[in-house]
């Protein structure tokens, strides 16, 4: 597990720059119903991000954290992975998720993400719309994977996960570089203890040969899961890697057809 049941986002919340936001229940392409989490900027910037929760699936963290980014004009999206055999309700803090997550699959898992990005991928007005994925842990491995959807993401921004070795059927990040077609920031804890630098470097060096625009930047001493409200100790990275964040959304947005 990325964080503990009570672990929050490390942003401080901005009075009065989110609206609309509540969970609302999708519908898969194999008409499965999963629910999600949807948080609506009051001053758009024509970027939308799909965030990818860790093993949890949609924990309060993520709807938080959906509502921060909204608050900096950014629509967001949080959808949850246990639909299909945890059904639609709110769980409560000792829900069993890893009873769960071996019963996921890529093809669902996919099929889920291409789901939330169309309902991502248009304003109220019908405007285009620059589409982002975030992750953590596991979200991270899989936001790391929606570059290979052919969904025509303007960025990727995966938090410590994991982009070598096998995970059920889920493609190993490293391994479908090639397919790859947007832009990447890699953000990586320095002392995570199962990431280890040899296995970020490789991802690195993997998305350079495929020619993807990418940064990688590892925080020095910040475990796996830093960013958290609870790890005080490691807030000038959550702090960083937040900015970076931002700016990668910023820079990336600016494309014909998306208001800046």
Not at 24 to 50: H, Y
């Given at each position: 597990?990325?964080?503990?049941?009570?672990?929050?986002?490390?942003?401080?919340?901005?009075?009065?720059?989110?609206?609309?936001?509540?969970?609302?229940?999708?519908?898969?392409?194999?008409?499965?119903?999963?629910?999600?989490?949807r948080a609506r900027a009051a001053q758009p910037t024509g970027a939308s991000i799909l965030?990818?929760?860790?093993?949890?699936?949609?924990?309060?963290?993520?709807?938080?954290?959906?509502?921060?980014?909204?608050?900096?004009?950014?629509?967001?999206?949080?959808?949850?992975?246990?639909?299909?055999?945890?059904?639609?309700?709110?769980?409560?803090?000792?829900?069993?998720?890893?009873?769960?997550?071996?019963?996921?699959?890529?093809?669902?898992?996919?099929?889920?993400?291409?789901?939330?990005?169309?309902?991502?991928?248009?304003?109220?007005?019908?405007?285009?719309?620059?589409?982002?994925?975030?992750?953590?842990?596991?979200?991270?491995?899989?936001?790391?994977?929606?570059?290979?959807?052919?969904?025509?993401?303007?960025?990727?921004?995966?938090?410590?996960?994991?982009?070598?070795?096998?995970?059920?059927?889920?493609?190993?990040?490293?391994?479908?570089?090639?397919?790859?077609?947007?832009?990447?920031?890699?953000?990586?804890?320095?002392?995570?203890?199962?990431?280890?630098?040899?296995?970020?470097?490789?991802?690195?060096?993997?998305?350079?040969?495929?020619?993807?625009?990418?940064?990688?930047?590892?925080?020095?001493?910040?475990?796996?899961?830093?960013?958290?409200?609870?790890?005080?100790?490691?807030?000038?990275?959550?702090?960083?890697?937040?900015?970076?964040?931002?700016?990668?959304?910023?820079?990336?947005?600016?494309?014909?057809?998306?208001?800046?």
């Amino acid at each position: 597990m990325c964080f503990d049941d009570d672990s929050r986002p490390p942003i401080a919340p901005i009075a009065g720059g989110a609206v609309d936001a509540a969970r609302v229940t999708l519908t898969s392409e194999d008409g499965a119903n999963f629910s999600a989490f949807r948080a609506r900027a009051a001053q758009p910037t024509g970027a939308s991000i799909l965030i990818l929760p860790d093993a949890r699936g949609l924990h309060a963290y993520f709807e938080e954290l959906a509502a921060r980014f909204a608050e900096q004009g950014i629509d967001a999206l949080a959808i949850d992975y246990f639909g299909r055999t945890a059904g639609l309700v709110p769980r409560p803090s000792d829900f069993d998720f890893m009873a769960h997550v071996p019963q996921t699959r890529w093809p669902t898992l996919a099929a889920d993400m291409r789901t939330g990005l169309t309902g991502l991928g248009a304003a109220g007005d019908g405007t285009a719309r620059a589409l982002f994925t975030t992750g953590f842990c596991m979200g991270g491995r899989l936001a790391f994977l929606s570059g290979t959807l052919g969904l025509g993401l303007a960025g990727i921004i995966g938090f410590y996960g994991p982009p070598v070795g096998p995970s059920r059927d889920t493609p190993a990040p490293i391994d479908v570089v090639e397919q790859m077609e947007s832009p990447v920031l890699a953000l990586w804890g320095g002392a995570d203890q199962g990431i280890r630098p040899e296995m970020t470097r490789a991802f690195d060096a993997a998305l350079g040969l495929a020619g993807i625009e990418h940064r990688s930047i590892t925080y020095p001493g910040a475990p796996h899961s830093f960013f958290d409200r609870k790890a005080a100790d490691f807030g000038e990275a959550s702090a960083a890697a937040w900015a970076e964040t931002l700016a990668f959304i910023r820079a990336h947005s600016l494309k014909p057809g998306v208001s800046a």
